[in-house]
């Protein structure tokens, strides 16, 4: 019973990460396509997105097991940075997934990846480290009042 | 305002407030004295009845209509609801931390900021979170500017 909750507590961690990369991704290949003129996604691809995507956000609990919020030692984070990249760029290339884009398109995406990634390493270990040492701050100064 | 702590060898602890007039910081402190005097009636497992002294507690739950009260020791029971216990010891340090926790923010360990919600770390070990309804509220309570 023990080892199902600690399961079923991991899943609930992952699932929200992978919906969130899982749903950029797709927004990302709806763009393209309208852009080239379609107005679908294929039903298959989204699969595919949607597996790339619980596999890094598994990868990624397995990395910080104590949490993304947590301080983390750089060499995870830049393992994690690679993670993504080759699950996101390798996927995209291996599967097909832009096809049809031209080079600067895909060069656009790439970016549109490192700006994601960064974004989310600078809100977790810069903005919301930054507001915990505030916090602890001023809790310090309420209690010795 | 003036402090004087006069030992005369008195055998009761005697507080005379000298003011010019009951304003708020009086009546303030007036409510803190009080609070700070009232023990919190609580009971523990065995039903045997403890008078708590309400800086002993380090946070207070709801669970099915049984409010249950935890120090870093013990855990009791009371028959007060979380409502009550914040209105009578929020001088205290006692603060609403979601719709089924108060907590003492004098006995939180440290705290965590995770978006939206603030997780508590306890000296029982455990991790309160703080939803994100007040979350803001403990944000302007420990002087964050510009929190709700």
């Given at each position: 019973m023990n080892g199902f909750l600690r399961w079923y507590r991991w899943g609930l961690g992952m699932k929200y990460h992978m919906g969130i990369y899982t749903v950029g991704l797709i927004f990302c290949k709806g763009v393209v396509n309208a852009l080239m003129g379609e107005y679908e996604v294929d039903s298959l691809t989204m699969l595919e997105m949607l597996i790339g995507?619980?596999?890094?956000?598994?990868?990624?609990?397995?990395?910080?097991?104590?949490?993304?919020d947590q301080p983390q030692p750089r060499g995870r984070t830049a393992l994690?940075?690679?993670?993504?990249?080759?699950?996101?760029?390798?996927?995209?290339?291996?599967?097909?997934?832009?096809?049809?884009?031209?080079?600067?398109?895909?060069?656009?995406?790439?970016?549109?990846?490192?700006?994601?990634?960064?974004?989310?390493?600078?809100?977790?270990?810069?903005?919301?480290?930054?507001?915990?040492?505030?916090?602890?701050?001023?809790?310090?100064?309420?209690?010795?009042? | 305002m003036k402090i004087t702590v006069d030992q005369t060898g008195g055998e009761e602890v005697e507080v005379i407030l000298r003011c010019r007039e009951v304003d708020e910081e009086v009546l303030r402190l007036l409510a803190l004295l009080r609070s700070g005097l009232q023990r919190l009636c609580v009971w523990d497992e065995?039903?045997?009845?403890?008078?708590?002294?309400?800086?002993?507690?380090?946070?207070?739950?709801?669970?099915?209509?049984?409010?249950?009260?935890?120090?870093?020791?013990?855990?009791?029971?009371?028959?007060?609801?979380l409502g009550e216990l914040?209105?009578?010891?929020?001088?205290?340090?006692?603060?609403?931390?979601?719709?089924?926790?108060?907590?003492?923010?004098?006995?939180?360990?440290?705290?965590?900021?995770?978006?939206?919600?603030?997780?508590?770390?306890?000296?029982t070990g455990e991790r309160l979170m703080v939803s994100r309804h007040y979350a803001p509220l403990l944000r302007q309570r420990l002087g964050q500017e510009g929190s709700v």
């Amino acid at each position: 019973m023990n080892g199902f909750l600690r399961w079923y507590r991991w899943g609930l961690g992952m699932k929200y990460h992978m919906g969130i990369y899982t749903v950029g991704l797709i927004f990302c290949k709806g763009v393209v396509n309208a852009l080239m003129g379609e107005y679908e996604v294929d039903s298959l691809t989204m699969l595919e997105m949607l597996i790339g995507s619980l596999l890094f956000a598994s990868a990624e609990t397995a990395l910080f097991p104590g949490g993304l919020d947590q301080p983390q030692p750089r060499g995870r984070t830049a393992l994690w940075a690679a993670l993504g990249n080759l699950l996101y760029v390798g996927g995209a290339l291996a599967l097909g997934w832009f096809r049809g884009i031209p080079l600067w398109g895909g060069l656009v995406l790439i970016l549109i990846l490192e700006a994601g990634l960064f974004a989310m390493w600078f809100g977790i270990n810069v903005a919301m480290q930054a507001d915990t040492a505030d916090l602890n701050r001023r809790l310090r100064d309420y209690q010795q009042e | 305002m003036k402090i004087t702590v006069d030992q005369t060898g008195g055998e009761e602890v005697e507080v005379i407030l000298r003011c010019r007039e009951v304003d708020e910081e009086v009546l303030r402190l007036l409510a803190l004295l009080r609070s700070g005097l009232q023990r919190l009636c609580v009971w523990d497992e065995r039903r045997q009845t403890v008078l708590l002294n309400p800086a002993e507690v380090v946070w207070c739950e709801t669970v099915e209509d049984h409010t249950f009260v935890y120090t870093d020791q013990a855990l009791y029971q009371t028959g007060l609801s979380l409502g009550e216990l914040e209105s009578r010891w929020g001088d205290l340090g006692f603060f609403r931390a979601g719709k089924s926790a108060v907590v003492n923010l004098h006995q939180i360990r440290s705290l965590k900021s995770c978006g939206g919600r603030i997780e508590a770390a306890l000296p029982t070990g455990e991790r309160l979170m703080v939803s994100r309804h007040y979350a803001p509220l403990l944000r302007q309570r420990l002087g964050q500017e510009g929190s709700v």
